[in-house]
């Protein structure tokens, strides 16, 4: 598929899109005429990168992840490095706190809130 295509299949700006490439997260084709062409396994592959990027990961860190998993086509996935797990350990903790200090702030509005009904 081309770009555009892609770009509307999940909701990605095409720009975001040739990052993704640049940073070899996501790999494409190129047609005779020079353009980009995307497997069907780029639409999940785009939407896995969008949620690692919501969770707060870089896009270096995740272009080291991304060969660690498993794709949706079944390719085997490479082994992770001691480095590159205790990397993830790390961004789960700061993943947990992230999730502990929102818990706490709403726990303060819950409370706000029961004032402010009386």
Same mark, same amino acid.
């Given at each position: ?5 892609? $770009? *509307? *299949?999940?909701? %990605?700006? =095409?720009?975001?899109?040739? #990052? #993704? ?6 790999? $494409? ?8 062409? #995307?497997? !069907?396994?780029? %639409? &999940? ?7 690692? /990027?919501?969770?707060?990961? $870089? ?6 992840? /991304?060969?660690?998993? *498993?794709?949706? &086509? ?10 590159? %797990? !205790?990397?993830?350990?790390? =961004? ?5 706190? $992230?999730?502990? &200090? /929102?818990? #706490?702030?709403?726990?303060?509005? &819950? =409370? %706000?809130?029961?004032?402010? =009904?009386?």
């Amino acid at each position: 598929m081309k770009i555009g295509e892609l $770009s *509307r *299949r999940t909701s %990605v700006s =095409e720009r975001s899109l040739r #990052y #993704y490439e640049q940073k070899h997260m996501l790999a $494409s084709d190129r047609t005779p005429g020079g353009h980009r062409d #995307y497997a !069907e396994a780029a %639409v &999940d592959r785009v939407i896995l990168i969008q949620q690692l /990027l919501a969770a707060g990961l $870089s896009g270096d860190k995740i272009a080291s992840v /991304l060969p660690c998993m *498993r794709d949706h &086509d079944g390719g085997p996935a490479e082994t992770a490095t001691p480095w590159l %797990v !205790e990397q993830l350990k790390g =961004e789960r903790a700061r993943i947990d706190h $992230s999730i502990k &200090d /929102l818990h #706490y702030t709403r726990e303060i509005l &819950d =409370e %706000v809130i029961a004032t402010a =009904e009386g």
